[in-house]
């Protein structure tokens, strides 16, 4: 009598926006509002294009922290031989 919990394909599409927005450093007071209008709005474009213009922003932010990692190494790395 094993007891197994099933899942609809719309709480694992909430499940998994949850967990993209939990990654990317959200609250769960912001996830439940975020949640919320994307149940307002239902399935549409709009909401396709709330998505990916937060991905969007994601990426952009992405590759703005690898530059500046990229020049962080560079001042240590620079720093590191001036003084050796």
Not at 54 to 82: I, N
């Amino acid at each position: 009598s094993l007891r197994v919990r099933r899942y609809g394909t719309a709480a694992i599409g909430e499940a998994r926006i949850v967990a993209a927005l939990r990654v990317a450093g959200y609250g769960v007071a912001a996830i439940r509002e975020i949640l919320g209008t994307l149940r307002r709005f239902g399935t549409s474009d709009e909401v396709d294009g709330i998505l990916h213009e937060r991905l969007d922003a994601l990426a952009a932010r992405a590759v703005a922290l690898l530059r500046a990692g990229a020049d962080l190494a560079e001042v240590v790395e620079a720093s590191g031989t001036s003084s050796g």
